[in-house]
């Protein structure tokens, strides 16, 4: 079965600083990563997500991120915040199971954006 | 407008009570989810269905039932088994075909009196 990890549970960072949230999900043969946040109170929206092609996948809001084989990542990245972007942030591993497709999530990075 | 709707917002359950969360989409999606959300520990599958009539287990079944009469209906009956309840409970669906796109409704937070 699949596995995500999400290496930091929370990150502050100031507007208009670059961010970078980290992803490591376990190796498999074939996969297909996703990025998803989620505002306060919310449910989830989808930010990108990988399933093959280019390892450098554009999503909304400006947020990119890199698919690494080798390093078995997929860290987000976007270039300049702004204080909208505060919310938590989810990568997630596709996964069959019993014949149908199953999300599995990390634990979640909370964004704070500081003025 | 296509979406997930999930009713009630917050809901409250007494000791011993059975409680029922509501999901409905538009989106004439086959594949539908339940899944709780707990702080710190992301999103954990409940039940998932892939079709009318046909329903199965996820990682943590225990406590909760489901339903799947129409295709665009899949509520979640929160049992007096489960002892700790207290979440945010998260429904999605998808198409069935490939590794499809998860759309998720707005949620509905379960606490306990």
């Known amino acids: 079965a699949q596995s995500v990890t999400q290496l930091d549970s929370q990150v502050p960072v100031f507007e208009e600083a670059p961010v970078e949230l980290r992803c490591n999900y376990s190796?498999?043969?074939?996969?297909?990563l996703f990025w998803y946040v989620q505002y306060p109170n919310q449910g989830l929206q989808l930010l990108l997500k990988y399933l093959s092609g280019s390892t450098l996948v554009k999503g909304i809001n400006g947020f990119e991120a890199e698919f690494n084989k080798s390093q078995t990542s997929f860290h987000l990245r976007k270039p300049s915040v702004h204080i909208s972007d505060t919310a938590e942030y989810f990568c997630?591993?596709?996964?069959?199971?019993?014949?149908?497709?199953?999300?599995?999530f990390g634990q979640g990075t909370r964004l704070t954006i500081n003025p | 407008d296509g979406g997930i709707t999930q009713s009630p917002k917050y809901l409250f359950r007494k000791e011993g009570q059975n409680v029922t969360l509501s999901c409905e989409q538009n989106l004439n999606h086959d594949a539908m989810y339940w899944y709780r959300q707990d702080p710190g520990q992301g999103l954990r599958l409940i039940y998932y269905s892939q079709i009318v009539n046909d329903f199965q287990k996820g990682d943590i079944a225990e406590g909760y039932s489901v339903s799947r009469e129409k295709k665009e209906s899949f509520p979640l009956t929160v049992t007096s088994a489960q002892k700790n309840p207290t979440a945010f409970y998260l429904c999605?669906?998808?198409?069935?075909?490939?590794?499809?796109?998860?759309?998720f409704g707005p949620g509905t937070r379960l606490l306990v009196l």
């Open positions: 997630a591993v596709s996964d069959m199971y019993g014949g149908a497709q199953k999300l599995v």
């Open positions: 190796s498999s043969v074939s996969v297909y």
């Open positions: 999605a669906s998808s198409q069935l075909a490939g590794v499809e796109t998860q759309y």
